[in-house]
């Protein structure tokens, strides 16, 4: 018991100085959702300054920080340190990395990789799921490959970063570049970027009425459910990510159903809200909202 008990209090530290970091990442930073679709596409010069020094500061701590051998059995506890670690993520990707780029193979030398910090310079990432069943995997510490995706909505690329336990340790194996098309999602991640980007299209892609589950604002316990009409959507529904969002595959089978849960969920807040599309008649409607 006292063992397990170290163990636990190890790993606790060490998540603690983990999100530090990442506190100090999103400082100052542009959040990168926003309530209503953009209007103008002109690229804006970023005036905003942001010392880099308890940054840097903060990584090298948590590079002393040896990871707590739990955090191997479950992919999201390995992978916000993964992401958080210059040091870890060099010993914990195969080199040479196979990198597939249109049907063609390239071999990563170490010093060709740059530190990736994924999602983490933000307060959120985004998951996708067929149904509610389907998002119990994320929980299921059995699951030996995964694979992350970064999918960049303006230029439609997906970049698949592909990760497999071996001998009890995550290890990141090849990663494969491709295009939006190709994509199990395809269908729904060109509806999405339409949504967040066309307000008129948002709207007609609303179901009327909109059915809603929040917190209940007179006793501020528990949930409520009600209904929105599309035109308050824009008042009341979530910031939503327009230009890159992350999935994460635990190994859930995508198929071609008519149902797509998009999921924002906080790195540091634990707040989640969840958006329900399916498809009718050939087209996609948000036909609930969860928050």
């Known amino acids: 018991m006292q063992e397990i008990t170290k163990q636990g209090m190890k790993k606790s530290r ?95 030398q170490p010093g060709q990789w740059q530190t990736d910090h994924f999602f983490m310079n933000q307060d959120f990432y985004t998951l996708i799921f067929d149904s509610q069943k389907q998002m119990e995997i994320v929980k299921d510490t059995t699951v030996g490959h995964v694979v992350v995706e970064k999918i960049n909505l303006g230029r439609k690329s997906v970049k ?23 994509n199990q999602n395809a269908s729904f991640l060109n509806f999405y970027q339409k949504f967040v980007t066309d307000s008129t299209f948002q709207t007609e892609s609303i179901n009327d009425p909109l059915k809603f589950v929040g917190p209940d604002p007179e006793t501020d316990q528990g949930n409520v459910d009600g ?6 959507f824009a008042t009341f529904g979530p910031e939503l990510p327009t230009g890159e969002i992350y999935n994460i595959i635990y190994g859930q089978k995508y198929t071609k159903t008519d149902q797509k849960i998009f999921v924002i969920r906080g790195i540091a807040n634990g707040l989640e809200t969840q958006l329900t599309f399916k498809r009718v008649d050939g087209k996609w409607k948000l036909v609930k909202l969860i928050i």
């Open 14 to 108: 060490y998540l603690v100085v983990v999100g530090l970091v990442f506190l100090f990442m999103a400082m100052g930073i542009t959040a990168c959702r926003d309530k209503k679709p953009p209007v103008d596409e002109t690229p804006q010069v970023d005036t905003t300054k942001v010392d880099t020094t308890e940054v840097d500061s903060a990584e090298n701590v948590i590079e002393e920080t040896p990871m707590p051998k739990a955090a191997d059995e479950l992919f999201d506890d390995f992978f916000f340190n993964f992401a958080a670690n210059r040091k870890l993520q060099r010993e914990r990707i195969q080199f040479p990395l196979q990198v597939v780029s249109g049907g063609k193979t390239t071999l990563m």
């Open 227 to 232: 209904i929105l009409a599309p035109e308050q």
């Open 160 to 182: 698949q970063y592909v990760f497999d336990r071996i001998n009890g340790q995550w290890r990141m194996t090849s990663i494969n570049n491709g295009g939006v098309y190709q």
